[in-house]
């Protein structure tokens, strides 16, 4: 969640197990922090866990995650000039040694997705059930709106 989300989310909780007056236990700073403290608690959490937002760090959290995803059996390929990730996880290996690779597949890209830029492209095979993804890849872009090629 995002910070926004996350005080929301708090508040109708409050107002949902709130023995005494919601209004009163909202306007109490000690049970439901103001926006600033939610926004610095928030970016405290972003930053130990996913680090700051340049590229720089980027490619050390990348291969972080690239160590902990082999583990669980699922492959992340990081290329770092310009910045390109391509995720395969075990039930998409399983779908591309099918014979449903060969006939039809779909590809959905949505890009600004985040604060980095992301472009995330979804490759997808036709099945009878439906889509079946086949493969994730990320493409990251430079600060200034600039593409590194």
């Not at 449903?100 to 604060?115: A, H, K, P, R």
Request: charged share 20%; aromatic share 10%.
């Amino acid at each position: 969640m995002i910070a926004a989300a996350a005080k929301s989310y708090h508040e109708f909780s409050i107002m949902e197990n709130c023995e005494e007056d919601a209004y009163v236990a909202l306007a109490n700073a000690q049970r439901n922090p103001l926006d600033r403290q939610v926004s610095h608690l928030y970016e405290q959490w972003r930053l130990k866990n996913y680090g700051s937002r340049d590229s720089n760090n980027l490619i050390d959290i990348l291969k972080r995650k690239q160590t902990e995803l082999q583990a669980l059996n699922s492959n992340l390929c990081i290329k770092e000039n310009p910045i390109i990730c391509v995720l395969v996880t075990p039930i998409m290996q399983r779908v591309y040694m099918t014979e449903l690779v060969n006939e039809m597949i779909f590809i959905d890209t949505s890009g600004s997705c985040d604060q980095t830029n992301t472009c995330i492209t979804f490759i997808f095979v036709a099945s009878k059930v439906g889509a079946l993804p086949i493969c994730i890849i990320n493409r990251y872009y430079v600060a200034f709106g600039t593409y590194r090629y």
